[in-house]
């Protein structure tokens, strides 16, 4: 669907811990439950007290990890600020909500009103860095993160544009759980520790922002995005006719993939589609998953992303993600593939410079 | 850049439904402001609204076919324009890859949250529960692709009132790169309890009908509906034969990183996206015909929109007024319900009369067109500008 664009630095904040070392290295850490809440940055180091007071939950999660993101590339002037989000931040949203109930329509704070318009965070992170662009956010739940790439990746391809930054923010709340769980997307019953590596209907509920920096050209950029097809509500056969199509175009074989980054997440309902892309891989590749370290939530694959620019940075894979060793020597190209509760399909081919 | 052109199109809000209503309504200068009847809010009566004079069941009557919708307002409000934008055009032709961009503010918060704490209590369930899913801006989006067919790439867009202009330029990107055949572009909203008192905890809502451009302006109107637009390149052109009504020739995002909701004063953020939109169809601000104006009547945006076209346009201001005074403002769906008054204006070589205006703002001196006037039009610029900084303009220009 877009034509080769770079990825020069990511950063990730999830239920691990990703964000001060920037990799998962270290050790797992081991979740339990049913919900996957993300390890909060130390915020004291970027806001004072009255800058934070101001700002909700994600809202000052998203934008520590758009400064970082933005530190690491050493350019605060991307010519495009794109974001996806599934929810937005429910926090605001929901004490608005509730808001209006309590004071029976009153007179009412504006604060949360504003912070819950979905595109608040991307206007945030332009007035932090007083960055003049282009700016857009895509609020399409397993789509979010992917629409807000492609716009970008149109954009440099086309080059009316050389950098964007391009993020993903994602909260969950014990109100919006019970929502989900009425709509019967978590798994019901969580017996053991390791209930997420268990196949049953339902997923466990994460939480997450990711960020990358995008460069029209490969400077110092570890990890091309070589290709990006998106497949909506995929008839039979549809998602590995995509993969396929998808190889054949850039003349590669399922052979020569190295890498493979599953966004499986043990919802036994939509295993299947998993299971048909691993039936074409070969005994090479090496296949990973991350969403046992992360939970499942609508631009989780942003943390799939992340890990694959880190490890093509590090050129190593990170050992808690691996769920199958291959005996591929060389980390050069990555497939990664997501859906979402069946409906939203990603495929990501990746390529290390 | 390969030439993106509209061959279809489709509009509900205050003034009725369908383009004949519109027409009629804003060629007579009637506004579609007035109490709400459906909204359920202690200020339905304190404020003009642009509600769409229909119940939702009444929307829904009026469909031909919603057999993949499910009871929403919001969703009734966006098939209604859909289906008017197919008039007369094959709605799914063999070979060629269609897809949706649709824009939001809130998604379905109309339809849930006069029961949202109902849903939040877990001993609470009932054996169907899909309505809940209304929540999720995707989830109208979704309902309408699968009606409509538009499956092969679906999308919503989300930044606040200029959400349906980014839409709008995302389906041109999509046509421009090759990525789908045709596009069907543009958004909806329906009127919240949420919103209504989000605006007026903002204090920018007018007690009267909003006076676009005046001195003495107080605030906006909310209003409600949907439009869209369908966009095609030269490809699908070639196999539907479908004649363009326009084109859309150029568009542009600027954020101007001055404050999380209001303009910067002299209007850096619209003098950019109108410049850029300009550049970007290779035309001169000497040959734009009419300008139509974000106008929403609020104390900053009117005086930073008016310098930004004076800087613009300087000693040569075209023709420009804000329609906002006859829809209420539509948020998401504003930017394609002002792209269809204007893709009218270029049809009927025809402009439309300002209303409620009096006395100039006095540091542009700027006046509004206050008549209807039958002339040559040949390009329309329309802005959109929303919360964060992000602002959007549109250019679309005749096509014979």
Known sequence: MIKPIFIRTARAVSAQDSFNSNDLLQPGRTLTGNRFTYMEPNYQDYFTIMQLRRMSRITRLGLVTAIECLRDAGDYRPEAIIMGTGKGSLTDTEKFIHAVREFAEGTLNPTPFIQSTYNSLNGLIGLHHHINSYNSTYVHTGFSLEHALLDAAFQLNEQSIQTALVGSFEEMTPEHYIIKDKLDFWKKEIESPDAIMKSSPGAISGEGSFFFFLDFQQGAAPLQLVDLTLVFEPGEGAVLNAMDAMLEQQGLGWDQLDVYLSGRNQDSRYEHYYAEVENQLSEITHQLHFKHLSGEFDTAAGFGLWAAVRMAEKNQLFPSLIRKQGSAPTLNYMLLYNQYYGKQHSIYLLKKT | ?400
């Not at chain 2, 003009?48 to 929403?72: A, C, I, M, N």
């Not at chain 2, 309890?193 to 920018?204: A, D, E, M, P």
């Open chain 2, 1 to 400: 850049m390969p030439s993106v052109f509209v061959t279809g199109m489709g509009i509900v809000s205050a003034l009725g439904i369908g383009t004949a209503s519109q027409r009629e309504k804003l060629a007579a200068g009637v506004s579609g402001l007035g109490p709400a009847a459906f909204l359920n809010s202690i200020h339905k009566t304190e404020f003009p609204f642009g509600e769409v004079p229909f119940s939702t069941e009444e929307l829904f009557s009026r469909l031909s076919d919603y057999s993949k919708l499910q009871q929403s307002r919001l969703q009734a409000l966006g098939a209604l324009a859909l289906e008017e934008c197919f008039t007369g055009l094959e709605r799914k032709p063999a070979g060629i890859r269609q897809g949706l961009i649709n824009a939001t503010t809130v998604g379905g918060m109309t339809d849930i949250e006069d029961r949202y704490f109902e849903l939040i209590k877990p001993e609470l369930s009932e054996p169907d529960m899909s309505w809940a899913a209304g929540l999720d801006c995707a989830t109208g989006t979704e309902h309408l692709a699968r009606q409509f067919e538009l499956t092969d790439f679906v999308t919503t867009i989300s930044t606040a009132c200029s959400s349906s202009a980014n839409a709008i330029q995302f389906g041109a990107r999509l046509l421009q790169q090759g990525a789908v055949d045709r596009v069907v572009c543009g958004g909806v909203d329906s009127l919240t309890r949420f919103t209504v008192n989000g605006f007026n905890s903002l204090k920018n809502l007018d007690r009267n009908a909003c006076k676009p451009f005046d001195a003495n302006r107080n605030g906006l109107n909310l209003g409600e509906g949907a439009a869209y637009l369908l966009l095609e390149s030269e490809r699908s052109l070639e196999k539907t034969g479908n004649k363009p009504l326009a084109l859309l020739s150029g568009y542009a995002n600027f954020n101007e990183a001055f404050h999380p909701t209001a303009p910067s004063p002299e209007g850096l953020g619209a003098y950019e996206a109108m410049k850029r939109t300009l550049e970007k169809a290779g035309i001169s601000p000497a040959s734009v015909s009419y300008i139509n104006a974000h106008g929403t009547a609020t104390l900053n945006n009117d005086e930073s929109e008016s310098l930004a076209i004076l800087r613009l346009f300087g000693e040569r201001v075209p023709p420009f007024a804000s329609t906002k005074v006859y829809t209420g403002h539509t948020l998401a769906a504003s930017g394609a319900i002002e792209a269809v008054f204007s893709l009218l204006s270029l049809q009927h070589q025809e402009i439309y009369p300002a209303l409620n205006f009096e006395t100039p703002i006095e540091v542009t001196g700027l006046i509004p067109c206050q008549t209807y006037r039958q002339m040559q039009v040949e390009h329309i610029l329309s802005n959109s500008f929303g919360f964060g900084g992000n602002n959007a303009s549109l250019l679309f220009s005749r096509y014979d």
